[in-house]
């Protein structure tokens, strides 16, 4: 689901960023809690300037310690290919410093103020060269970023595959096959749900609900889709709509192919994926024309196992006891969803009760709990 | 939460409105309703300030015979809480149950739910303290925890944990009472905490961390903020006003009297489980509604008329001061001067029986969605039995004309063990190791 909430990148791809608050243990932010970083760079921000000390970096983590010399409150954003958001940094007062954390393999990359929090930001272009050191008992996790890589290609295949054969049924007018298709062409989109969402400006269009969108935007997508079908059951002007999704989708698989993930990534995005069950699925917000919550619900809990499952060589070494937990719990939050089976998917979010709701979210939370202690075991490496 | 009184920040030494009410142990609690036998002591509640007293910011001592939050002045605000336990696993939940201890001994000392804190901790770990009591000081926190029934034995009648054979009697869901609108959603729970503080966000801040400790072993099933002494309508008076109005609590005697407070409030040793539980107490809970705007309508006398007392001084119909004894035998124009009908005739606890100690809290739950005020009670009374204590008390309410104005729309009973005691005690300790 996507939400037109800068907190949500800072959810997905921005946890691994990590935020340090200067400003709110009272003036001593300069803990160094586990971290790993490559060097410092400063980063003078004020009203019309946004002045980076370093814009050749050697690849690994970098901790932005930005400074707001301005009389605006500002924001900080290193921006991937797309502006896909790498690291980001909210609501930073006047004379304000606050550190901001970014894992960053060579490549290019641009560094943006925002003094007043709006426009695109004042730009500089940071330049990523070399290899980051790996550590030398670090083999197991050095495999997680590759294999994460592999999962993601196998589902945007799927994605395209599926989106192009709903999309077909949509502009054959063939509403029952159409129905039938929409859950199903979801379910690869809501295994990598985090990834997609990186790229801010095509996750808007693929699956923003209605009301979501920016003034003047349209209402495109998956949901656009899904209205005209169990809301209108009429199609007959989706045509555009139809194709338009599988443009988008073909440009975000396409992006989504090339990046790649750090250890890191991959443990935060698996809390994201847990945060999206809690804050769209159970609560029903997300199919809310279909009510076919559940698919989105399993393919985010496949999600979250393939990300265990790309960690659990370096966790089975690193933290056997929280993996052994995580295992048990995913077992019981798919139990839980196995109670809701019909034939090969799912009922119906309306269907469910009040008390099989609280067995689905009381799962999804003692889940949650486990898999957000992943990361920093990931970041002790 | 920074040590229980901040440095170059003394505790109070002026008796204010909010002190006194606290060193008198009235409150909407604190109080122990008393017996035909302790009539004596109903009658021996003048206001008498102490010299000196906690001040509102101190911490309140977590370990001791007894769990503090029982007769401990009742603070300004609660959080209460019950659970259901999700696991099977008894080990899972005596391992909760040592976390807890040792999270709440921290944040009634002061100091965050975790060894490291909000802000101290690995950067890419959830922090073990959420933060929002950062700076405050321990507000005189106390955290009480209670085991219900369905604890030993689960309403399916299987026994989880092995405790079936050491549920205590008196510890099972209360009778039905006329006039109940029991929700059980917001009924009953295998385990409890209550939270009680004079500052609101430290309140919440315990109970939400040791919620966060509790995910997946622990399940919350209902929880209710209340309010107590928020109201300044008064000016030196020691009784509080519940949202009808009327003080509440005026019969009602602090709890200071030893020998009244093992009759009626603590478990003892020839009691039923008095092998885990001596030292220990019954929590009983009820949710009261008031209906407020029929309340509001009505006259001032029909109100009077309906509680039994005045409503400006307190004092009992046919009695001219807040603490001057109730005459039952006082008539007025021949009835009698406190209706046989009114709240205060039917459970004063010279024809109640039976005495109880009282530590409810307002509550207000925005509006019913007719917009009317969802408002009322959180009634908590702790007994050394509940059958003796609330049963009897409200088996005698059955003819009282508040019930007109007022709905119980939850009920729940959980014993409290008895207070934690050395360093490495923790809470049901002899019950689970027993």
């Known amino acids: 689901m996507f939400l037109p909430d800068h907190r949500i990148a800072l959810l997905t791809v921005g946890?691994?960023?990590?935020?340090?608050?200067?400003?709110?243990?009272?003036?001593d932010g300069q803990r160094d809690g586990g971290r790993k970083a490559t060097g410092t760079v400063a980063v003078a921000a004020s009203d019309d300037a946004c002045d980076v000390t370093d814009t050749d970096l050697p690849a690994g983590t970098h901790t932005f310690r930005v400074m707001n010399k301005g009389s605006k409150i500002t924001e900080f954003y290193v921006y991937g290919d797309g502006d896909r958001v790498l690291a980001e940094v909210e609501n930073i007062a006047p004379g304000v410093t606050r550190d901001v954390l970014a894992q960053l393999p060579a490549g290019s990359y641009e560094a943006a103020c925002k003094p007043g929090m709006t426009g695109n930001g004042l730009r500089t272009a940071l330049t990523v060269t070399g290899k980051a050191a790996p550590s030398p008992d670090n083999e197991a996790l050095a495999q997680a970023g590759p294999e994460y890589q592999a999962f993601v290609r196998t589902q945007t295949a799927q994605l395209l595959a599926k989106t192009t054969a709903f999309v077909a049924a949509v502009k054959d007018g063939d509403i029952p096959k159409a129905k039938a298709l929409y859950p199903q062409a979801r379910l690869p989109w809501e295994r990598i749900e985090p990834v997609a969402e990186s790229f801010g400006d095509l996750d808007p269009l693929i699956d923003a609900r209605e009301g979501d969108q920016e003034p003047g935007q349209d209402f495109t997508g998956f949901h656009r889709n899904e209205k005209a079908l169990w809301q209108a059951g009429d199609v007959s002007d989706m045509g555009p709509y139809a194709d338009r999704l599988l443009s988008d989708v073909r440009k975000i698989v396409a992006r989504a192919d090339e990046v790649t993930f750090p250890p890191l990534q991959i443990a935060t995005g698996a809390k994201a994926l847990l945060d999206e069950i809690a804050t769209g699925k159970i609560t029903g917000e997300e199919d809310r024309y279909s009510h076919t919550d559940l698919w989105d619900f399993a393919g985010n809990l496949d999600g979250v196992a393939a990300g265990v499952d790309v960690l659990r060589p370096y966790l089975t070494d690193a933290d056997p006891k929280l993996l052994a937990q995580i295992d048990d719990r995913l077992a019981a939050a798919r139990s839980e969803l196995g109670k809701h089976r019909a034939g090969d998917g799912w009922i119906t979010y309306d269907r469910l009760d009040k008390a099989q709701l609280r067995g689905l979210s009381d799962s999804i939370t003692a889940l949650t709990e486990s898999v957000s202690r992943v990361a920093a075991v990931v970041a002790e490496r | 939460m920074t040590g229980d009184v901040a440095p170059g920040q003394p505790p109070q030494r002026g008796v204010s409105r909010r002190r006194l009410l606290g060193l008198l142990g009235v409150g909407t609690a604190g109080a122990l309703a008393t017996g035909a036998a302790g009539g004596a002591i109903g009658r021996a509640t003048a206001p008498e300030p102490a010299a000196a007293g906690p001040a509102p910011t101190d911490s309140v001592a977590f370990t001791g015979r007894h769990q503090s939050g029982i007769v401990t002045p009742a603070q300004d605000r609660l959080h209460f809480v019950a659970f259901d336990v999700a696991t099977d696993s008894r080990d899972e939940l005596v391992d909760l149950l040592k976390a807890w201890t040792a999270a709440a001994r921290r944040m009634t000392a002061g100091h965050g739910a975790g060894p490291v804190g909000a802000v101290d901790g690995e950067q890419y770990a959830p922090p073990d303290d959420t933060g929002e009591a950062l700076g405050l000081p321990a507000s005189g926190l106390t955290l009480t925890v209670g085991f219900g029934p369905t604890l030993f034995r689960a309403a399916d009648g299987t026994d989880r944990f092995g405790l079936a054979a050491r549920r205590p009697e008196p510890l099972a869901e209360l009778p039905a009472f006329p006039g109940d609108q029991l929700d059980p959603a917001i009924s009953g729970g295998d385990l409890c905490i209550q939270a009680c503080?004079?500052?609101?966000?430290?309140?919440?801040?315990?109970?939400?961390?040791?919620?966060?400790?509790?995910?997946?072993?622990?399940?919350?099933?209902?929880?209710?903020?209340?309010?107590?002494?928020?109201?300044?309508?008064?000016?030196?008076?020691?009784?509080?006003?519940n949202l009808f109005g009327f003080k509440d609590g005026t019969a009602n005697l602090k709890a200071e009297n030893a020998a009244t407070l093992d009759r009626f409030l603590w478990v003892g040793d020839g009691d039923s489980g008095a092998d885990w539980l001596a030292g220990g107490s019954y929590l009983v809970a009820r949710r009261i509604r008031m209906l407020i705007e029929p309340w509001d309508t009505a006259s001032l006398h029909e109100q009077e008329q309906v509680i039994g007392r005045a409503k400006g001084t307190g004092a009992p119909l046919g009695g001219r001061a807040e603490f001057d004894p109730v005459d039952f035998r006082a008539r007025i124009d021949a009835a009698p001067a406190v209706p046989r009908t009114s709240h205060v005739f039917l459970s004063h606890p010279d024809n109640a029986g039976t005495a109880i100690l009282r530590r409810g809290y307002s509550f207000v739950d925005g509006s019913d969605g007719l917009g009317r005020l969802d408002a009322g009670l959180f009634f908590i009374a702790f007994q050394r039995d509940p059958r003796s204590g609330f049963v009897q008390v409200q088996r005698n309410l059955r003819h009282d004309a508040l019930n007109e104005y007022i709905r119980h729309t939850s009920s729940a009973v959980f014993a409290c063990p008895p207070g934690v005691r050395g360093a490495g005690d923790w809470w049901g300790r002899a019950l689970f190791e027993g």
């Open chain 1, 15 to 27: 946890v691994l960023t990590a935020l340090a608050t200067a400003a709110c243990a009272g003036g």
């Open chain 2, 197 to 241: 503080a004079n500052d609101p966000q430290v309140a919440v801040h315990a109970v939400r961390n040791l919620v966060r400790l509790g995910v997946g072993v622990v399940s919350v099933r209902w929880s209710q903020l209340g309010f107590g002494r928020t109201s300044s309508t008064s000016t030196g008076q020691a009784t509080p006003r």
